[in-house]
């Protein structure tokens, strides 16, 4: 009663602070996704993006990051859409990290105006990784010939039931090349003079966001809620922009979901796929310690 009551009265008279969107973006970035396979894509941050952005009273949108990485593609799309949004609304961005900013979850934080962390947070890991699992035996083991026909020589290549041959693995290493020299252009057009001049940025390495501080990968160490009420006043309040509600009222996946729930219903509707999907998606948070 009394926030409506608040409402009615001349703003001259109230006592509120700027209020501040956040929207939290959360886990292995990949194309596709569902309520079994929850996934950090555009097509899923979309709707929560345009939302925040279009509060016409806040200065700025606060963005929460944590996610290992993924897919380059879905990354540089969100980051992409962040910064259209920005200008188009003429709206600051600043970017939290939890846990993890790393490889395609650092190229999204790069949307970022000015990015945070905490001291302990991992930020970095520029370069570009591909991973999979081959079975070239299983076959054979379980009695099953594999029949495979296909116009053009290379339709099959880095078939994970055939040996890896040199010419495939050349192959991708030279996409992997062209990928990463994106994803450097991307660090040295938003980071600019503020990048220290350390060939290690580059490399795929990761470090703390101590260490992040003093490569002029992040801006400042601090957690949202301070950051916040230092920069817009002691009545600055942050409202989380949540996502829409799917079948049953859970939350569309990729903004603000777990890591891994519903893992075992996904591992029991899609057998051997999901696993092999589980034990990817937990290979990335593992190489930083998650």
Do not use: C
């Amino acid at each position: 009663m009394a926030g409506f009551l608040r409402k009615l009265m001349p703003k001259r008279f109230r006592k509120e602070g700027v209020t501040i969107p956040v929207v939290r973006l959360q886990g292995a970035i990949m194309a596709g996704g569902s309520q079994l396979r929850p996934a950090l894509n555009l097509a899923a941050v979309a709707p929560v993006l345009e939302k925040a952005f279009s509060d016409k009273a806040a200065p700025a949108v606060a963005i929460s990051i944590n996610s290992p990485g993924g897919s380059p593609v879905q990354s540089r799309l969100i980051f992409q859409r962040i910064r259209d949004l920005a200008a188009e609304k003429n709206k600051r961005v600043l970017v939290f990290v939890e846990d993890v900013a790393a490889s395609g979850g650092y190229m999204i934080a790069l949307a970022g105006d000015e990015i945070f962390a905490d001291p302990t947070s991992i930020v970095g890991s520029i370069g570009v990784v591909s991973g999979g699992f081959g079975f070239p035996e299983l076959l054979k083991k379980i009695g099953v010939e594999r029949r495979v026909y296909t116009a053009g020589e290379n339709k099959v290549i880095l078939d994970p039931f055939k040996p890896e041959r040199e010419s495939d693995i050349d192959y991708l290493k030279s996409l992997q090349v062209e990928i990463h020299a994106v994803f450097i252009d991307m660090v040295k057009a938003r980071r600019g003079t503020r990048l220290a001049d350390d060939p290690d940025i580059f490399s795929g390495l990761f470090w703390t966001g101590q260490r992040g501080l003093a490569l002029g990968l992040i801006d400042g160490l601090a957690d949202m809620r301070g950051e916040i009420r230092r920069r817009y006043g002691a009545n600055a309040a942050l409202r989380l922009v949540s996502p829409a509600r799917g079948l049953f009222g859970r939350k569309v996946p990729g903004v603000g979901s777990g890591l891994l729930s519903l893992a075992g219903e996904r591992a029991g509707a899609a057998g051997v796929g999901a696993l092999a999907e589980i034990a990817e998606e937990k290979a990335l948070w593992a190489r930083y310690g998650q």
